[in-house]
Nanobody
């Protein structure tokens, strides 16, 4: 069992930056593939970024490529999402997700564990 707790959301102006954190409980964090998804009001949950358990492979949605960076600190059981050059369309609740092993990182249904979400609001 893994519990995920996100933090770091907030209100920021367009062009600004935020760093989200997701802390995982348990000693098996290093064995999990991790990801960030987001969901805006009235929209489906969408993939943002993912990172393999080794940290060697990362994946990004086209809409955030070049602006967001996912990383993990296995010693701290934490995965991060650095978000730069934020746009109003990035406004959403951001969720952290974990899976022991996942083939298709971009689909939500492959992930076993989810955090409660953190709100990110970007004003124009």
């Amino acid at each position: 069992q893994v519990q995920l707790v996100e933090s770091g959301g907030g209100l920021v102006q367009a062009g600004g930056s935020l760093r989200l954190s997701c802390e995982a409980s348990g000693r098996t964090f290093i064995t999990y593939d991790m990801a960030w998804f987001r969901q805006a009001p009235g929209k489906e949950r969408e993939f943002v970024a993912a990172i393999r358990r080794s940290g060697g492979n990362t994946y990004y949605a086209d809409s955030v490529k070049g602006r967001f960076t996912i990383s993990r600190g296995n010693a701290k059981n934490t995965v991060y999402l650095q978000m730069n050059s934020l746009k109003p369309e990035d406004t959403a609740v951001y969720y952290c997700a974990a899976a022991p092993s996942i083939v298709v990182v971009t689909t939500p249904k492959g992930y076993n564990y989810w955090g409660q979400g953190t709100q990110v609001t970007v004003s124009s």
